[in-house]
């Protein structure tokens, strides 16, 4: 029988990138060895680039990405500071090779992040010589932590997204129906060559009381709202916005409390900069609905942190336990919902500042 070929390694010099030294020094504190991150855009964050079927393996002194043979060449070629493995039985295999190979004792994963098959799978690898332990946050924590070149395409995705709202609004009309909306919106997209962020919400009148409202047939009609929730995602990077129009003539009753909405935000806003927990922003909104009479209308979150994945950290939560810091970046966007009538909900993007934040979706020319 024939010596068994061994998995094709395409060696780097081995310096760690910059975002994985950030991880492996904490190491010490989570109690590991080395660290799996299975997750798509975790692995685009750190690898700084579009993955497909592939795991990046950290250990102390080098990164392997382990991958099959259709991406080994490319990502050889494209990703600077790791060690493209090619797998040959399965990820999970390749991966406790490396780490028994390695003498590693523990290994952290995100367990949100692998399937019940994966982590038994590991386990059974792991052959009791290695320990798999919970390390969900190393990843969640430095992704929350904007880095300049980040901003700089959140800052792009926001300025379009902006733009499709002003040319939208030419296309709201009597008659004319959500789904018309999208393919508007979708011609807008395809014209930029870029992508929405998620599938948009165009609510009309009573669809709008709907926080997560499907698109539909429905014609738009006089004197009532259109809530439009729309993100445009540019080289992974993401916005989110919500924005209301209004055809005809606006009821008093639908303007005071659209007025009160956009009090809750300014409040919340208000509140937003480093050291604050972010349970306490979600609070202010949350105070201010209730005194005047809304807040039992507000039926979610605050708001969430934004970037390569539309909803991640830090979350403007009652259940979060964050605490914001500068260069984080999040959606503020309170919205009081009465089913059968209409909803409001407003939403802007904000960067924690050092001494506050900025509103990254304010502009006057919109």
Known sequence: MGRKRAPAIHRSACTLPPRMQKLVGGFPLAGIDALLVTQGSDLHYLAQYPVSDAWLLITA?????????????????????????????????????????AGARSLGVNERHLTVHQHKQLEALAAGTITIKAADGCVTSL??????????????????????????????????????????????IHRHSVCFSFDPIIASGPNSAFPH??????????NEPILIDLGI???????????????GNMPVAYRQVLSVVMGAQLEAIKAIKP?????????????????????????????????????????????????LQE???CTVEPGVYFPGKYGIRLEEMVLITKNGCEVLSVNHNQ
Do not use: W
Not at 169 to 185: A, N
Not at 213 to 222: F, K, N
């Open 143 to 188: 992704r929350a932590i904007k880095e300049p070149c980040e901003l700089r395409l959140m800052r792009q995705a926001i300025a379009l997204n902006l733009a499709a709202y002003k040319y939208i609004q030419r296309f709201i009309k009597v008659g004319v129906t959500e789904k018309e909306l999208l393919g508007k919106l979708e011609i807008f």
């Open 275 to 323: 050291g604050v927990p972010a349970n306490d922003v979600d609070a202010k909104a949350r105070s201010f609905l209730k005194t005047h009479g809304l807040a039992d209308h507000f039926s979610h979150s605050l708001g969430h942190g934004v970037g390569l994945d539309i909803h991640e950290q830090p979350r403007l939560s009652v259940k979060s336990e964050m605490i």
């Open 213 to 222: 409202a499907r698109v539909t047939d429905r014609r738009l009609r006089p």
């Open 327 to 329: 260069n984080m970046v």
């Open 233 to 247: 995602d540019i080289k992974g990077y993401k916005s989110d916005l919500t924005r209301m129009f209004f055809l």
């Open 61 to 101: 002194c080098e990164v392997f990405y382990i991958t099959d043979a259709r991406y080994v060449s490319e990502v050889a070629k494209a990703v600077k500071g790791v060690t493209v493995v090619r797998f040959e039985k399965s990820l999970a295999d390749e991966t406790m090779r490396i780490l028994h190979q």
